[in-house]
């Protein structure tokens, strides 16, 4: 039945006798306004019926929703959340993975929607896996034990599995925070597990998960094959380590597990440009051209810098290293990130020199852990030129952290060593210099080895080859760590 809507005035005249005798006449204007046969605005079916659909690569698929009242209806297409269309119906055509498509239609009265989860297939005309495996054994000199598991996904369903497997990680990442405020390189208001998340989520081409053995192979909306086959034998590097079992390492040491992922790292990058040094030339175009237009954004400058530290030592030890038998390093593993940063220190097998950090009477220990060269040189570039932050931290012997807590205190305290005397000023003087950076200068003289800053206290002190940093919230605070450790400096700032 057709919808007919109208508008109606009536005069209603009403009669009244009052006490007093008074007849008197009151007059209604009844007003009605309304629709005959109106309905509300639904879908009344639509095309796929099925919430889930799975196509192969090169296929369309038709989207279409007849309408219980269509008149005035306006159409919103959407993929993963972006406007592609208009119209009352859509045509869906994209690369392999997975995408979320929705609909959103408004009468100017109601609105309503409807949505589908896509996955797109690869077809058998696009990569050949088991030729680019074969490329990889011959770069890489191992065989593949088994084939290589590969499942195709989206970005955000690769951010859901990151979420769900960083879970179990969430408590020690929200210590790891406490540290990173304390070190100020990091904004108390930010949550370094959801930041980390997002990093990730944007900064990650694919990956290669060692608890289920499976390449994840994350398709970009318009990243080309010759694109999608180089990131894959990056991954493909990654499920030879493990499956001879290279990936086998575990340590509490967190400087010493940074050394073992720049030598993974390092091996994956530098076979994986060997894979691309042996592509066609108008492979390498493509990829090329992609990567120069990639926007990928900024999410959190410390922490990404501090992600790519495992890939640009990695391979600058990997080349470095060349001319000995990489499967051989796995043999004996880098033990410190200096000996990766200075690869005739790993040849010497020079080790870290062992610290540790005091017990605080009436104090709980957090976190205590080694920052090691890279990271040192990693967070004083947050506040330092490269240069003098390299240099700072180049002379690294070894070190110790330590994170305390009483009720609403903090006290952090480094305990580091150094090569020489020389090298100990070095990173003595930068390290104030650091905290004049962060602090903008509000570093005040408090006593012999006491300076007030923003957040608190702190004191450096420095005997022979080792540095203490103290700082804490309170004066209190840095006065009985330095009672404990008996220290005093032979250095004055002004």
Same mark, same amino acid.
């Given at each position: ?154 970005? *955000? ?38 930041? %980390? ?15 289920? %053995? ?19 034998? %990056? ?8 499956? %001879? ?33 042996? *592509? ?215």
């Amino acid at each position: 039945m057709p919808t007919i809507c109208q508008e109606s005035a009536s005069k209603v005249f009403i009669d009244v006798q009052t006490t007093d005798d008074m007849k008197r006449t009151f007059i209604l204007l009844i007003i009605i306004s309304g629709c005959i046969g109106q309905q509300q605005l639904s879908f009344q079916s639509c095309s796929p019926a099925e919430q889930a659909v799975t196509i192969v690569e090169g296929e369309e698929l038709e989207f279409s929703c007849i309408l219980t009242e269509p008149q005035n209806a306006s159409y919103t297409w959407l993929v993963d959340g972006e406007i592609v269309s208009q119209l009352s119906s859509f045509t869906f055509s994209e690369e392999p993975g997975a995408y979320t498509v929705a609909l959103e239609v408004t009468n100017g009265r109601k609105t309503i929607s409807n949505g589908w989860e896509i996955t797109v297939e690869e077809s058998p005309e696009s990569l050949d896996f088991p030729a680019i495996e074969s490329r990889v054994e011959v770069i890489r000199g191992l065989k593949f034990l088994e084939p290589v598991r590969r499942v195709i996904i989206g970005r *955000m369903e690769m951010r859901e599995n990151f979420l769900e497997s960083m879970q179990e990680e969430k408590e020690a990442i929200e210590i790891e925070q406490k540290v990173y405020e304390a070190l100020h390189v990091w904004n108390p208001e930010d949550s370094l597990f959801q930041v %980390h998340v997002d990093v990730l989520t944007e900064q990650v081409a694919s990956y290669y998960d060692t608890g289920d %053995h499976t390449f994840y192979q994350v398709v970009d909306l318009g990243s080309p094959l010759a694109y999608r086959e180089f990131i894959a034998s %990056h991954e493909l590097i990654h499920a030879l380590q493990d499956q %001879h079992d290279y990936l086998d390492f575990d340590t509490e040491n967190d400087d010493e597990y940074l050394a073992f992922l720049c030598l993974v790292e390092g091996d994956a990058l530098f076979h994986e440009y060997e894979y691309l040094y042996k *592509m066609p030339y108008q492979k390498q175009g493509a990829i090329f051209n992609y990567i120069k237009n990639l926007n990928v954004p900024v999410v959190n400058s410390f922490l990404e810098n501090l992600l790519t530290v495992r890939y640009d030592l990695g391979i600058n030890f990997i080349i470095e290293m060349r001319m000995i038998s990489i499967d051989s390093l796995y043999e004996r593993l880098p033990s410190s990130t200096e000996q990766i940063i200075h690869p005739d220190k790993y040849m010497s097998n020079e080790q870290p020199i062992l610290s540790d950090v005091p017990v605080m009477p009436g104090w709980e220990l957090i976190a205590e852990n080694t920052l090691g060269e890279a990271f040192i040189a990693t967070v004083l570039k947050e506040y330092l030129d490269a240069e003098q932050a390299d240099a700072a931290a180049s002379g690294w012997g070894g070190d110790s952290y330590g994170y305390y807590e009483w009720l609403d205190e903090y006290l952090f305290i480094i305990n580091s060593y150094w090569d020489t005397e020389e090298d100990a000023s070095e990173f003595f003087i930068a390290y104030y210099d650091f905290t004049a950076s962060w602090s903008n200068g509000i570093v005040k003289k408090s006593g012999s080895t006491m300076y007030e800053i923003p957040t608190g206290f702190i004191s450096f002190v420095w005997k022979g080859n080792q540095v203490t940093v103290i700082e804490a919230s309170s004066r209190e605070a840095v006065e009985q760590a330095l009672s404990v450790l008996g220290g005093n400096s032979t250095v004055d700032f002004c």
